[in-house]
C-alpha cells in the first residue's frame, strides 16, 4: 500500500532516495487486536523504527530498530504494508518511510530503551501521534490481514 505519494517520489528522484531512508514495524498480537507502539519524545506515540543506517537494507534496519526499542528479535512478514513519503519539520528534506509487519504475542516480555516506553494499544482506540493518519493505516492493515488469514 503506498501512501504519501510515495511510488511518484522515487520514480522523480531516479536511482532511488535521495533523502533520508527510514525503516518501522507495525507490530500486532496474535488476534490482531493491539499494536505495539513507543513514546517517541516529540512524534508521541508511533511504531517502533527510525533511520536505515548505510550497508543495512530497510528490512534489517526495521528488525534492527525494532530490537533496539523492544528487545524484540522476529521475523518481519515478506513484504512491506506500507511506502510514505514525509518531512518531520519543513526545514528537514522528506523521508521516505517503509513499514513492514510482525505478529508477535503480547505476553513477549519487553526490553525498551531508557525514556522511551513501549506498550501494547488497542486498535479499537486512538494514540496521539505526530502523523494522526497512521492510525487509521494500522486499523486498515490489520483488517486486511484479518481477512486474508481467514481465506
Do not use: K
Not at 518481519?76 to 526545514?91: F, I
Amino acid at each position: 500500500m503506498e501512501f504519501d505519494g510515495a511510488g511518484q517520489w522515487l520514480t522523480t528522484v531516479g536511482q532511488g532516495p535521495s533523502g533520508p531512508l527510514a525503516a518501522e514495524v507495525w507490530v500486532f498480537d496474535e488476534d490482531l487486536a493491539r499494536v505495539l507502539l513507543v513514546h517517541h519524545r516529540w512524534r508521541g506515540w508511533v511504531p517502533p523504527g527510525g533511520r536505515v543506517e548505510p550497508g543495512e537494507t530497510p528490512r534489517e534496519g526495521a528488525r534492527r530498530e525494532l530490537f533496539e526499542e523492544t528487545g524484540i528479535e522476529v521475523e518481519l512478514l515478506p513484504e512491506p504494508a506500507a511506502a510514505t513519503v514525509r518531512s518531520y519539520r519543513a526545514e528537514w528534506p522528506a523521508t521516505l518511510g517503509l513499514s513492514f509487519v510482525a505478529i508477535v504475542s503480547a505476553s513477549t516480555p519487553l526490553v525498551t530503551e531508557s525514556g522511551q516506553p513501549a506498550a501494547w494499544t488497542s486498535l479499537n482506540e486512538d494514540w496521539a501521534s505526530y502523523f494522526p493518519e497512521d492510525a487509521a493505516r494500522v486499523r486498515q492493515h490489520a483488517r486486511w490481514l484479518g481477512e486474508v488469514s481467514c481465506r
